[in-house]
């Protein structure tokens, strides 16, 4: 995956436009030292746990005057980067924008239509996007170096989501923009494979939720307004337990379907309740979870 990575950054370079690529790694063994040479990127290492603190690493050596970010597993599309750095000088205001992504699955098939499909705006409309049902990529982001002195270093305490926090500090400056361009091959895992990850991220994802929307309060037009921001903000981590109850009941193993949905419905518990009365993967589970078995056919014989 990192070959593949690295190779979609040489990929997207011309007379006009060439990368200082820095690979941070903070994971085991000497095989990315090898890949980073073979493609003539500078190699770091940082002992530190996190994707935060491998980005700083690489954050602080970078010495162009962009930067931009592409994670190991994912790739970046052929018309990245220039759109992105054309829109950067045309608005000074600016310190970064984002672009779109496609999502492709583990062997980095592509499949649906760019993401988000429409222009998110800027100011307090990107902003409250961000805090609700949209979070951008950071493989699709281009910043001006300078960045580095408008919001610092990513947050190396939040082991996950620490790209959406460092996006948003930029954002609630009024310095981050959205750019209709395909710019990411975001590669997803199979869907239901990540439980403990899952888990582990919510409290993170609540975190970032909290520590940027009560301190934007003015931009919710009420209380009940913050709140569905907030239910937004962690809904795909509500329908991954929702939809993994579903496919944990469809194989019979009822102990897993259950704990999937008992953790859906304490996440959004408003929601749970709904869709409990709805036809949705949260109720289909629990049917078939609760639901009364047919007796087994006993053989008869001779």
Same mark, same amino acid.
């Given at each position: 995956?990192?070959?593949?990575?690295?190779?979609?950054?040489?990929?997207?370079?011309?007379?006009?436009?060439?990368?200082?690529?820095? %690979?941070?790694?903070?994971?085991?063994?000497?095989?990315?030292?090898?890949?980073?040479?073979?493609?003539?990127?500078? /190699?770091?290492?940082?002992?530190?746990? +996190?994707?935060?603190?491998?980005?700083? #690493?690489?954050?602080?050596?970078?010495? +162009?005057?962009?930067?931009? *970010?592409?994670?190991?597993?994912?790739?970046?599309?052929? $018309?990245?980067?220039?759109?992105?750095?054309?829109?950067?000088?045309?608005?000074?205001?600016?310190?970064?924008?984002?672009?779109? #992504?496609?999502?492709?699955?583990?062997?980095?098939?592509?499949? $649906?239509?760019?993401?988000?499909?429409?222009?998110?705006?800027?100011?307090?409309?990107?902003?409250?996007?961000?805090?609700? @049902?949209?979070?951008?990529?950071?493989?699709?982001? %281009?910043?001006?170096?300078? %960045?580095?002195?408008?919001?610092?270093?990513?947050?190396?305490?939040?082991?996950?989501?620490?790209?959406?926090?460092?996006?948003?500090?930029?954002?609630?400056?009024?310095?981050?923009?959205?750019?209709?361009?395909?710019?990411?091959?975001?590669? $997803?895992?199979?869907?239901?494979?990540?439980?403990?990850?899952?888990?582990?991220?919510?409290?993170?994802?609540?975190?970032?939720?909290?520590?940027?929307?009560?301190?934007?309060?003015?931009?919710?037009?009420?209380?009940?307004? *913050?709140?569905?921001? /907030?239910?937004?903000?962690?809904?795909? *981590?509500?329908? /991954?337990?929702?939809?993994?109850? @579903?496919?944990?009941?469809?194989?019979?193993?009822?102990?897993?379907?259950?704990?999937?949905?008992?953790?859906?419905?304490?996440?959004?518990? +408003?929601?749970?309740?709904?869709?409990?009365?709805?036809?949705?993967?949260?109720?289909?589970?629990?049917?078939? %979870?609760?639901?009364?078995?047919?007796?087994?056919?006993?053989?008869?014989?001779?």
């Amino acid at each position: 995956m990192l070959r593949q990575a690295l190779a979609s950054i040489r990929a997207i370079e011309a007379n006009d436009l060439s990368f200082e690529i820095l %690979v941070a790694d903070n994971g085991e063994g000497d095989a990315a030292r090898a890949i980073a040479e073979a493609f003539d990127a500078i /190699y770091l290492r940082s002992e530190a746990r +996190g994707a935060g603190a491998a980005r700083n #690493v690489a954050l602080r050596a970078a010495s +162009g005057e962009y930067i931009a *970010f592409l994670d190991d597993d994912d790739a970046w599309l052929a $018309g990245n980067i220039r759109p992105q750095l054309a829109l950067l000088d045309q608005r000074p205001d600016l310190d970064a924008v984002v672009g779109q #992504v496609i999502y492709a699955d583990p062997d980095l098939r592509p499949y $649906g239509e760019p993401y988000p499909p429409l222009n998110q705006g800027e100011g307090e409309d990107l902003l409250r996007r961000m805090l609700g @049902e949209w979070f951008p990529q950071i493989g699709s982001t %281009v910043a001006r170096a300078s %960045v580095r002195e408008l919001v610092g270093e990513f947050d190396e305490a939040l082991l996950g989501g620490q790209d959406q926090d460092w996006l948003l500090r930029i954002a609630r400056k009024r310095k981050l923009a959205f750019c209709e361009v395909s710019s990411l091959l975001f590669r $997803g895992r199979p869907p239901g494979s990540f439980d403990e990850l899952s888990r582990s991220r919510i409290k993170y994802g609540r975190r970032i939720f909290f520590r940027h929307a009560l301190a934007e309060w003015k931009i919710w037009r009420s209380p009940s307004d *913050f709140m569905r921001a /907030y239910a937004r903000a962690l809904s795909h *981590f509500y329908y /991954y337990f929702a939809e993994a109850a @579903e496919d944990r009941a469809s194989r019979g193993d009822r102990a897993a379907a259950l704990r999937a949905a008992l953790q859906a419905s304490v996440l959004i518990p +408003g929601r749970a309740a709904r869709h409990i009365t709805e036809d949705s993967p949260l109720r289909r589970s629990l049917a078939s %979870v609760f639901g009364r078995r047919e007796p087994a056919t006993e053989e008869i014989s001779s």
